[in-house]
């Protein structure tokens, strides 16, 4: 159990309403939940309102304690990194073009989900843009815009040029060749949307139990029995909601299967008017650019700007120092304007990478009484709330969508799993070639 993780959404929070305490004693429950961020909680939030059953959460550290309360807070229509063309030619047109629905049904989930809870967390106008990095990707996403609207039949998507993204007030400075613009997709406080879910969960009865990790998962017949510090919880159903905090020790069927990788976020202090004129940021969009290891910003409702991306493997003081200094420095070489402005608060959190590059929902195989939703790839916000809700309607024998493999086939295991971490590291190093020459 760790204490909360010091960043910018943890001192700008509404409180935490949910009643989550640590469990004291046994209970017995329809389904566990285990995980208590944005997938966990509309799982639960599902099984209770929905299904009518009894429900417990279990969460390790507080609600909203991982990548919910840690991320950009980007609503987003990403489905994972397997890119358009290669999803037609592996997936078939179907497929693709179910997964672009999946991707916007998912952003409708978070809007009707804070429209319907009452949710207060800064929920901005819709609007998401992938910027080319260099030059050189402009063509790349100008064939991305076809591939969309031609392929694949969706028309949500415009590329702005150089000159509109100026004219526009969405973009300037060296690294703003041209852009796609979704045109759904939008910015929130994320730790206020895990509190106000967790909030919205307590209205339907659900138990919800912080500082509660699971030290250990056994069955007794039918029943799973899920052994933490405080007492034990028998379920009939469980649902693994932990994404790049999936304990492998619990359960064989998760070993190897997730790979947790380090993203990284500064905030600044409030930029002057001026500042914000020479950044060309004139609206509250969000944005990440063409990079394999991308970089992600968007302007905050106090004028600050947020500022990630994906970088370390190990979490050490020093290796953390020097992240943090390499976004200030990635800042600086955006927008000259502003070198040598600095941060005010730094933090990293993981993501959950899986091995085909596709976030999974689903159930065990050969066991039924277990679902998951996992492995977002970073784009979780809008994913995770979605999929929650599919994996509570999975264990309950409800028909879901099988029409994408991410909601049809398992989450494959990584090959010689001891080696992520190297894995990763390998990657950083060959992104990191790539990003700087092409």
Request: some cysteine; charged content about 25%.
């Amino acid at each position: 159990m760790t204490a909360a993780v010091a960043s910018y959404w943890e001192d700008t929070a509404a409180l935490d309403e949910s009643g989550a305490r640590p469990l004291d004693g046994d209970r017995q429950v329809e389904v566990a939940v285990i995980g208590g961020g944005y997938t966990g909680l509309t799982a639960a939030l599902r099984l209770a309102g929905v299904h009518g059953v009894d429900v417990a959460v279990l969460e390790a550290n507080r609600i909203g304690w991982g990548a919910s309360g840690r991320n950009s807070g980007f609503a987003l229509t990403s489905v994972g990194k397997v890119g358009l063309d290669e999803r037609i030619r592996k997936w078939g047109l179907e497929a693709a073009r179910a997964s672009v629905r999946l991707g916007v049904d998912a952003v409708e989930t978070v809007r009707e989900l804070i429209r319907s809870e009452a949710i207060e967390c800064d929920a901005q106008p819709e609007g998401a843009l992938t910027v080319a990095h260099r030059d050189e990707r402009v063509a790349e996403l100008k064939d991305r815009v076809r591939t969309y609207r031609e392929g694949l039949g969706y028309d949500g998507v415009d590329f702005l040029s150089r000159e509109q993204l100026e004219r526009d007030g969405y973009l300037r400075g060296p690294a703003a060749g041209g852009a796609i613009r979704f045109r759904t997709g939008f910015g929130l406080h994320p730790l206020k949307y895990a509190r106000g879910l967790a909030k919205a969960t307590t209205r339907r009865g659900v138990a919800q139990f912080d500082r509660t990790p699971v030290v250990s998962w056994q069955r007794d017949g039918s029943t799973h029995v899920l052994a933490t510090p405080g007492g034990t919880v028998r379920a009939r159903k469980v649902v693994m909601a932990t994404n790049g905090y999936t304990p492998e020790h619990l359960h064989p069927y998760f070993r190897g299967r997730v790979l947790p990788a380090a993203s990284n976020i500064v905030v600044t202090r409030p930029l002057t008017a001026a500042e914000w004129q020479e950044v060309g940021m004139a609206t509250t969009q969000v944005y990440s650019d063409t990079r394999r290891l991308l970089f992600y910003w968007r302007r905050l409702p106090d004028d600050r700007l947020l500022f990630g991306g994906r970088s370390g493997v190990f979490n050490t003081p020093p290796a953390l120092a020097r992240r943090r200094k390499w976004l200030e420095a990635a800042i600086a070489d955006k927008w000259p304007v502003l070198t040598g402005i600095g941060s005010e608060w730094f933090w990293h959190g993981n993501v959950g990478l899986s091995y085909d590059l596709i976030p999974h929902m689903n159930t065990v195989e050969g066991d039924p009484t277990i679902a998951y939703a996992m492995a977002y790839l970073g784009s979780g916000v809008a994913l995770s709330s979605h999929c929650g809700g599919l994996a509570a309607d999975l264990v309950m024998g409800k028909a879901v969508p099988r029409d994408t493999p991410v909601t049809s086939t398992e989450i494959p295991r990584f090959p010689l799993p001891a080696l992520r971490k190297a894995y990763l590291a390998g990657a950083y190093l060959a992104y990191g070639i790539e990003d700087r020459w092409r």
